[in-house]
């Protein structure tokens, strides 16, 4: 079999000491960037790309799939022990994360959030080696009708992040919904709630939201609460490893993570942060210890984290089938694989194997070494925490004013960061969740260009929204997931469902 | 955060206020939202759903909310707060502000050592003339990686120049 | 790993030379797209080149580049070695989103790079010629759902100008605006919509597969190698191309001027920058002086024109 041939070609070479190098530079590069609040992925690749234009195509190749990988956890390391998520699909990972690291377990957090990296992206690697091809056949049946209805599913979903007050979590939900509509309708080109101003032309950046409300809201709430609170967290109780407990909860989040996150992100407008949605949805309902949803479960964070990653194998289906960038990161990889003389598309298996399997090797490779990087370095970033409180909290302003002037430098950005910093401030203080307030601003105006897609493409035809049978059954289980609860809770179990659900701090 | 709400809601019989103003916010987000999606073109496009409905959606959601936030208000619903000390956060926002303010003229280093000295001093470092020239250097050398090594833009000023 | 860093910044800092002109290039777009990869290609070629010792990009996204060029217009006025990357997408942003500064009030130098735009159906469709789907646009225009960028953007405009060139009423098209080249694609490949509009190169690989079948392209003439008529050719009076031009400071002196223009010449016909070109599969669109002036001048007029007969501008 040829592929196998290719695929095990492509490990050798990467397997050469000077390329485990690269690989190893890379992931740490990729890392320390990452770990920027505000600096995403995309941005990462984007500003380390050139660092791998001076090597050899095999080793450009390797540092490249290590800055990727490593740009994707760096986010996940501040979520957990910072409550600082600097993209939006880390966001649910700092839920149950941080929690867990404030209770000194942030050893095991990390670890899972590393070691469900590592098994999403290898089994979602495989994958997209293997099933490439069929993945993608699936993924363009997916039309704005069957988008339309994933969002439905994945609003309601979410719901359960809301916390312990119906009120305040729709309340959240909507604050973000009102604050996606501003901007430039996609469909008409109309400004919408911009009154004038043209840094609003784009709307509102969701990781500079993301970045006020949880590092800077989190920032003044704490310094608010005064001498109370002890002036270090407790960084270390009990084992800095997972435990045999840990570890068997930790790997079926792993698994479920991975099969929600690799569909979701071969979908042309999937979206990584969905995936991660979906998956912390599932474990909740799934999970043996509801009672520790929202004070630390590790089935929240090792699922979320998987889901991620998987699904950011998932973009390479699209990429390297179709050469079809669906995501900001995904583009610039595609004008780095320009600069290695891949042209993605549809004729690329047949007519690049060598590099196509170069890079799913050097993927697995990054994948790896990302493991050995982070795994030893688990004790380190712990010791963050035992950081006097003045330079923890002034460090981590100092580096998410970073992210967010390295991504915009502009006066107008620092001033929405502020003010909602102060938003989040507010809200924190009246009990209302945050994470919310992101969501609605991400799946907002997902949901609401995809359902006027669709129904300019019928020319105005409701029923077109349930006439396709995918749409349909997205429809059902979301109809589902709403009523189900509802129904438990007349029937007097609804006791464990609200406490399931704690508030953000 | 306190689940034994219902208990209170009995002794505490006066509404809150905060609530009620938050109860307001929400009520003129929502009209904000009216007002200014009332003069977008409803463009004949073939969608029965223009640019102005779901803005209108979350209009009234959000007056439903604010209806909501009022009753609960009325009957206590609404959950204990901790006492806050305001003075660090003047002393954040103050720092936030001063960077957003300098960051254009004195530079990325300048601005955000200051933001570092005065978020310090919100968490009680008050020793500014030994923190702020900390923060700078520090702010220095993270400029020097990032702008330097990793070309992102970030703003120079007179220090940065003696760099460039 | 800070050492490192620190070594090769003093390093670096020290072995550069002074030069009378360190330009500094203004992308109006985030890191990573075309202005940007345009902004960060003049730099490596400029300096490569010994054009200019230490170039310096600056990003400034937002709203089409309105946001960029507004900041260069007033920041930058009068000095000779600032540069701002620019394109086609700009003179339609600026009409949208009624921007106050627009590319009067910057000083334009030469247009660099440029694409055309294609139009596709799915390789299934029944439409084989563009006259198949005109055809299917006059009997009724809501039944042909274009896929595309955002509304008002490139795509959007070709759109309008071929309705306009076959007596179709432009407001009454049916436009589905996507966000990114990848999300439209996908939505074409799956016989979501009708047709499908974007530059070339977005298409090319799928039309050399046989997934997306070309029916036209916007270009002047018969291009080399591609399989498709003009719209010229097929009998409507439709030519666009998608440029990215780089564009000086205002209130520049005629001798400034003409330094920049002479800077820009000698990189458009450098080694390196002919490398970039082909290693991007830019096609060398160069045009400057008073010919860009009036080509820019009818792009101006021919694009408020259609964006007012869509309905997006007033």
């Known amino acids: 079999m040829a592929t196998f041939e290719f695929l095990l070609q492509g490990l050798l070479a990467a397997a050469q000491p000077l390329n485990l190098l690269y690989a190893l530079i890379g ?54 022990l910072l409550n600082t998520p600097g993209e939006s699909s880390s966001i649910v990972t700092a839920l149950e994360g941080n929690k867990m690291a404030r209770a000194g377990r942030g050893g095991p957090a990390l670890a899972t959030a590393a070691i469900g990296s590592f098994v999403a992206g290898l089994i979602a690697t495989l994958l997209l080696a293997f099933i490439a091809p069929y993945i993608v056949k699936l993924a363009l049946v997916f039309g704005p009708r069957e988008y339309f209805a994933l969002m439905v599913l ?310 077109t929204l349930v006439q396709s049978p995918i749409a349909a059954v997205l429809l059902v289980l979301a109809a589902l997931a709403l009523i189900v609860p509802l129904i438990l809770r007349a029937r007097g179990r609804g006791e464990v469902l609200s406490q399931m659900a704690a508030s953000e701090d | 955060m306190s689940r034994d709400n219902n208990k209170t809601s009995t002794e505490q019989r006066r509404p809150d206020r905060a609530a009620l103003a938050i109860a307001a916010a929400l009520a003129a987000i929502a009209a904000v939202i009216f007002l200014d999606v009332s003069r977008l073109r409803e463009m004949a496009g073939y969608s029965q759903v223009g640019p102005a409905t779901v803005p209108n959606w979350i209009a009234f959601a959000l007056i439903g909310l604010a209806i909501w936030t009022v009753v609960e208000a009325f009957r206590g619903d609404f959950p204990e707060r901790e006492k806050q000390q305001f003075g660090p956060v003047v002393w954040i926002v103050a720092g936030l502000a001063a960077q957003m303010l300098l960051l254009t003229t004195a530079g990325f280093s300048i601005a955000t050592g200051i933001l570092f000295a005065l978020t310090a001093a919100g968490f009680g470092k008050r020793k500014l003339w030994m923190t702020i020239p900390v923060g700078i250097v520090l702010c220095l050398v993270i400029w020097l990686i990032f702008a330097g090594l990793l070309q992102l833009s970030l703003p120079a000023g007179p220090l940065e120049h003696l760099f460039l | 790993m800070k050492h490192f860093f620190l070594a090769s910044i003093l390093a670096g800092a020290l072995a550069l030379p002074a030069y009378a002109a360190d330009y500094t290039i203004m992308a109006p777009a985030a890191p990573g797209g075309g202005w940007d990869q345009t902004a960060r290609s003049l730099q490596t070629a400029l300096q490569q080149e010994k054009i200019s010792g230490n170039v310096q990009v600056m990003n400034v996204p937002g709203a089409g580049g309105t946001i960029g060029i507004a900041q260069f217009a007033s920041q930058q006025k009068g000095k000779p070695n600032a540069l701002m990357v620019g394109g086609y997408v700009m003179v339609g942003a600026i009409l949208t989103n009624k921007s106050p500064v627009t590319l009067k009030d910057v000083t334009p130098i030469a247009r660099l790079t440029g694409e055309y735009e294609a139009i596709v159906v799915p390789a299934s469709s029944d439409i084989k010629t563009i006259g198949d789907l005109v055809a299917k646009l006059k009997a009724n225009p809501g039944a042909v759902s274009w896929g595309g960028g955002s509304a008002g953007g490139t795509d959007h405009i070709l759109v309008g100008l071929l309705a306009k060139a076959a007596g179709v009423d432009p407001t009454k098209i049916n436009y589905i605006a996507f966000s990114g080249g990848g999300e439209a694609l996908a939505a074409i490949l799956g016989s979501q919509v009708t047709a499908g509009v974007s530059s070339y190169g977005e298409f090319e690989s799928q039309v050399k597969a046989g997934t997306l079948r070309l029916l036209a392209l916007s270009a002047d003439k018969k291009i080399e190698g591609v399989d498709a008529p003009t719209l010229k050719e097929s009998g409507f009076d439709v030519v666009l191309q998608n440029w990215r031009m780089v564009a000086a400071a205002p209130g520049l002196s005629a001798e400034q001027k003409k330094a920049i223009q002479g800077d820009v010449e000698k990189l458009v016909k450098s080694k390196t920058w002919q490398e970039t070109l082909k290693t991007k599969g830019w096609a060398d669109t160069y045009l400057s002086g008073e010919a860009f002036d009036a080509q820019l001048a009818k792009d101006i007029s021919a694009t408020e024109a259609v964006l007012k007969d869509i309905g997006l501008v007033k």
């Open chain 1, 27 to 80: 992931v740490t590069l990729g890392t320390a960037v990452g770990v920027l609040p505000g600096i995403g992925p995309a941005l990462t690749v984007a500003l380390l790309l050139p660092v791998t234009y001076r090597l050899d195509p095999t080793g450009s190749l390797i540092m490249f799939a290590g800055i990727y990988y490593g740009g994707m956890y760096g986010g996940s390391t501040t979520s957990i």
């Open chain 1, 154 to 463: 994945a609003f309601v979903t979410v719901s359960s992040a809301f916390g312990d007050s119906t009120l305040r979590g729709l309340t959240s939900l909507f604050i973000g919904l009102a604050f996606s509509v501003v901007g430039i309708d996609q469909l008409t080109g109309q400004n919408r709630l911009s009154f004038g101003i043209p840094d609003l032309l784009d709307g509102i950046e969701v990781t500079t939201m993301a970045v006020a409300m949880f590092a800077i809201g989190e920032t003044l709430f704490i310094a608010a609460q005064g001498d109370k609170g002890p002036d270090k967290v407790e960084a270390v109780r009990g084992s800095i490893w997972m435990s045999a407990q840990d570890w068997a909860r930790s790997w079926k989040a792993w698994l479920r993570g991975t099969l929600i996150g690799f569909p979701i992100g071969a979908m042309p407008a999937g979206g990584a942060e969905i995936g991660t949605f979906l998956s912390y949805a599932t474990e909740k309902r799934l999970t043996r210890y509801p009672e520790e949803f929202g004070n630390g479960a590790i089935e929240g964070v090792a699922g979320p984290e998987a889901a991620n990653n998987a699904s950011a194998a998932g973009t390479l289906v699209p990429l390297l089938t179709l050469g079809l960038p669906t995501t900001a990161t995904a583009a610039i990889m595609l004008a780095g694989f320009q600069q290695y003389g891949l042209q993605p598309g549809p004729l690329l298996f047949a007519t690049n194997p060598q590099l196509v399997w170069g890079l799913i090797a050097s993927l697995l490779i990054a994948n790896l070494m990302l493991l050995v990087l982070n795994l030893p370095l688990v004790g380190l970033w712990v010791k963050l925490l035992t950081i006097p409180k003045p330079w923890l909290y002034a460090g981590i302003l100092l580096f998410a004013t970073l992210g967010t002037i390295g991504a915009n430098p502009s006066v107008f950005e620092l001033g929405m960061l502020l003010t909602f910093g102060l938003l989040g401030y507010v809200m924190r203080v009246f009990g209302y969740p945050i994470a919310p307030v992101v969501v609605g601003l991400i799946l907002g105006p997902l949901a609401e260009q995809q359902l006027r897609r669709s129904l300019a493409i019928s020319q105005g035809d409701v029923t």
